[in-house]
């Protein structure tokens, strides 16, 4: 009885079941021990007859239960009002500066000017769509004992929503199963009820391979899941476990643990044995193709022409781990493929998966994860309930999106592959606006939001009701509107046009969801869930229909719904239309990263990573979707949310001026010419003032955010090596498709991680990506030798125009410094191709010196004017 009366205070709570609620709720603010103490000093003044259940000593824990799941917690002014200020303070002087460059041209250097004028321009238009959308910063604090208070009461059903983990890979040789199954792993074992977990797993490549790992997969998860549960271990994916370097006897733990410890140590690496030897035999196919153990032919044999293929593992019906308790559902899904149909590559995979899913399990949650992201915190999913659940806030978050978090990077973080600055600040800033970006892995989905709907709008006010005789005070009370009957039992006209609006909204769910009814069902369950009239053969079979090739035509799957076709990075595109529809989205900060991966921290794999993201930028920034026309109509999207997304499509474009502006300095102190006027006492005040403002708005900006100045000057770097290389192949790229309709196929990254530390750092792997910066690093550095050593030929008068340009050819050659350590690989391994490009170099470093002749007097300047010609 007791836990039947506090589950109705917990939620949904009415503040009028109860007389006595009415003084709790005034006083929220306080604690509830400080309520206590009131209440008794109420009982000792008014005696037993005030006397309500209110005063029940448990109370504490309802009203805790009551309280928010989650919290903003502001940026402090004492940091955050100073870079506000430094901001319009640099804007103001950026506007000056502007003007003085405008009108003062240089008139023998006028096409170097001119070009340095429009560079400019466009890094002052890039800073402000970069910087404004970080006007709003915040974080925030999630509150997960308040969320098992409420939800997870103490002999009564788990009230915790459902939610379906969806895992992406495509090639097994590139994507190791061993990784798939780590990430896996640590799903099956997160710290939620096992019948609120499904995990689907999409194989876009019909592997056998990926089939028979997961297999063995789920068969080793019915010995981890339970031992992870039982000592509560952190990570739950047991590659990266066991590779912690944790002496577990030191501290004296129990013996029961380090035994069990030691035998799943071997259990797992048994498992390792198994895996690798799939995927050795997985590289060379049989000329007959594979056949299964049932003596079948694997149906994945032609990898462009299959049926879809559906096998449910674990879950109800799928066996029970080693204890005898029920697992979470592992299910593989390989969606039809046929020649001729277009399959959009992995926004079409995880469409299928949405679809797989809402008929098979229905879950109103859905988290999406890379095959290479692992649960770092197995409570990554109470977090995002936290605020996807939270009555107060939870019903227009369309999105939790979590940092990415990495692992095997090298201290030093070379070519910026943790993204802090971008992931710890950027993310903040638009948190605190509409929401985050959605960044394509570690994201909890509302499925509502995904099939297109709006966010439901907030309670209108109601209006005064009163009697008929005094209309000045209110409306009359209308009678209830009945479906089919009025208040006499006679028809209702009202109720017969409801009808037939449902009839046509539901010829509408045909349209616009596909010819499944069991799916369309689906869509309108709010809360989730399957019919339990539905038995699981009709279900699969209803699956297999769902991701048939021609499923979606006439649909408005990927224009509307789910993961928005037109551009490789689909993600954008993806949480752009859910806010253009004004729904927001969370950024979720726990302090255990909730999830953790791999990046490729080799330079050409990185660079070819950044030329696949801006590529996709370029897509949309030319497509329908590009934020800079597209929602305007709605008007749900706020401006400065829109900034941030006109900035992730244009930033590509930034390539083209910063290319030149690397250039320009070589160029000066090649031919002599200057691009800056003669600078006088007033004029020097704005450059000052400005790199001041530089230097003060990074400052402060890494005061409120915790990033620390080695991860923003690593970030500093590579927007320059990524510029002038990655960008730039992307915005030609983008072009020739838009003009010429010429595409270009991208592989996957590889996700291959090597036993040697950092191994892959020093592997040189030749792109044309390198030729544009190996290009301008050499240009500047013999401009420096040219400029120095014609300074020292016409003496100490030209060393003044000289600083100048050397100050800007070092700023060139310091960003592309780890670069230039990147191109020479290990100490004495430098690659064959290098030596190649370093004698080509050489010889146009050569022809150049010839071209200056810095050693011959030159009869111009001021000495021949006052000296004469024999001076």
């Known amino acids: 009885m007791m836990g039947s009366s506090l589950h109705k205070r917990v939620h949904p709570y009415s503040v009028s079941d109860e007389q006595g609620s009415a003084r709790w709720d005034d006083k929220k603010d306080i604690g509830w021990k400080e309520r206590m103490e009131d209440w008794k000093m109420q009982q000792g003044n008014l005696g037993p007859a005030e006397f309500d259940d209110s005063a029940d000593p448990d109370m504490g824990i309802v009203d805790e239960a009551r309280q928010p799941l989650s919290r903003k917690v502001p940026i402090a002014s004492s940091k955050i009002n100073p870079y506000r200020m430094v901001i319009v303070t640099r804007l103001v002087v950026l506007a000056l500066f502007l003007r003085y460059r405008i009108l003062n041209p240089v008139h023998d250097a006028f096409g170097l000017w001119l070009t340095s004028i429009i560079c400019e321009i466009w890094f002052a238009f890039s800073w402000i769509l970069d910087q404004f959308p970080k006007w709003f910063p915040i974080d925030r604090e999630t509150y997960l004992d308040r969320l098992s208070l409420r939800y997870e009461r103490e002999g009564e059903p788990n009230m915790l929503a459902p939610a379906d983990v969806f895992v992406s890979t495509v090639d097994p040789m590139k994507e190791p199963p061993l990784v798939t199954a780590n990430t896996v792993l640590s799903i099956l074992a997160m710290d939620y009820p096992v019948d609120k977990i499904s995990c689907y797993i ?35 994916a047991p590659e990266m476990y066991f590779s912690e370097k944790i002496d577990y006897l030191k501290d004296k733990v129990q013996p029961t643990f380090v035994k069990e410890r030691r035998a799943m140590k071997r259990e797992y690496e048994e498992f390792k044995v ?21 003596g ?19 879950g109800q019906n799928g066996g029970l781990d080693v204890e005898g308790n029920e697992l979470p559902r592992l299910v593989y899904v390989s969606r039809e493929k046929r020649p001729g149909f277009q399959h959009h590559k992995k926004a079409g995979a995880m469409n299928a998966l949405v679809r797989v899913s809402g008929v098979l399990t229905n879950a109103p949650f859905m988290l999406n994860l890379d095959c290479d992201h692992y649960l770092n915190n197995s409570k990554a999913v109470r977090e995002a309930m936290c605020f996807l659940m939270d009555p107060q806030v939870g019903k227009k978050v369309c999105y939790v999106q979590f940092p990415q978090r990495f692992d095997g990077i090298d201290r030093h973080d070379r070519y910026a592959n943790r993204n802090t600055v971008f992931f710890d600040i950027n993310m903040k800033g638009l948190d605190g606006i509409q ?19 709006e966010p439901p709008k907030g309670p209108k006010r109601p209006r005064m009701v009163s009697c008929d005789c005094c209309p000045c005070f209110g409306s009359r009370k209308k009678l209830p509107k009945y479906s089919k009957h009025g208040a006499n039992g006679g028809p209702d006209i009202h109720g017969f046009d409801d009808d037939k609006e449902l009839m046509k909204s539901q010829m509408n769910f045909e349209k616009k969801f596909g010819q499944s009814p069991i799916f369309v069902t689906s869509t309108l369950m709010v809360e989730g869930g399957v019919p339990p009239s539905s038995s699981p053969a009709a279900l699969l079979k209803e699956a297999i229909h769902v991701i048939s090739c021609g499923y979606e035509d006439k649909t408005e799957w990927g224009t509307e719904l789910g993961w928005i076709y037109g551009s490789i990075t689909e993600d954008i595109l993806t949480g752009f239309k859910m806010h253009c529809r004004g729904w927001r989205s969370i950024y979720c900060m726990p302090k255990r990263p909730a999830f953790k991966g791999s990046a490729p921290i080799n330079l050409s794999d990185r660079l070819n990573q950044v030329l696949r993201w801006a590529l996709g930028s370029v897509e949309i920034f030319f497509s329908h979707h590009s934020p800079v026309w597209y929602g305007y109509k709605a008007g749900q999207l706020k401006w400065l949310e829109r900034l941030a997304y006109i900035n992730t499509t244009v930033y590509p474009f930034t390539s083209l001026p910063l290319l030149a502006y690397c250039t320009l300095p070589a160029i000066c102190l090649l031919t002599g010419k200057f691009i800056m006027p003669e600078i006088s006492t007033f004029a020097s005040l704005f450059f000052i003032a400005l790199f001041l403002s530089i230097f003060i708005t990074g400052i402060l900006e890494l005061r409120w955010s915790g990033v620390s100045i080695e991860e923003w000057w690593r970030n500093e770097q590579f927007w320059v090596i990524g510029g002038v290389s990655a960008h730039l192949f992307a915005v030609v790229q983008g072009l020739l498709k838009i003009l010429a309709g010429i595409d270009t196929n991208f592989t996957v990254t590889s996700k291959a991680s090597d036993d040697e530390d950092f191994e892959e750092l020093y592997a040189f792997k030749w792109t044309t990506l390198l030729i544009p910066p190996t290009t301008i690093l050499v240009i500047n550095l013999v401009g420096v030798v040219a400029g120095i050593s014609d300074a020292i030929n016409n003496g100490y008068q030209s060393w003044g125009p000289l600083f100048g340009k050397l100050f800007f050819a ?53 000495t021949t004017k006052q000296c004469g010609i024999n001076c």
């Open 296 to 314: 079948t032919p694997w149906p994945g044999n032609n990898t462009k022409d299959h049926p879809g293929m559906i096998q449910v593992f674990l």
């Open 274 to 294: 198994r895996i690798n030897a799939m995927v050795a035999k997985a590289t060379k196919v049989p000329p007959g193709g594979w056949i299964m153990q049932d």
């Open 810 to 862: 070092f700023w060139v050659i310091v960003h592309l410094y780890p670069f230039l350590k990147g191109l020479m690989g290990r100490q004495n391994r430098t690659p064959t191709i290098v030596v190649i490009w370093s004698v080509l170099l050489a010889s146009i470093f050569s022809l150049l010196w010839v071209r200056i002749d810095p050693f011959i007097s030159r009869t111009k300047g001021p």
């Open 202 to 236: 999409s194989d876009d490549g019909a592997s056998m391979c990926t089939f028979e790992a997961l297999s063995e997969t789920a068969e080793f998860a019915r010995k981890w899941v339970p031992f992870c549960k039982k000592f509560s271990i952190e990570p739950r």
């Open 435 to 453: 929401g985050p970006v959605y960044v394509g892995t570690g994201c909890v989905f509302r499925r509502q939001a995904l099939y297109g709907y």
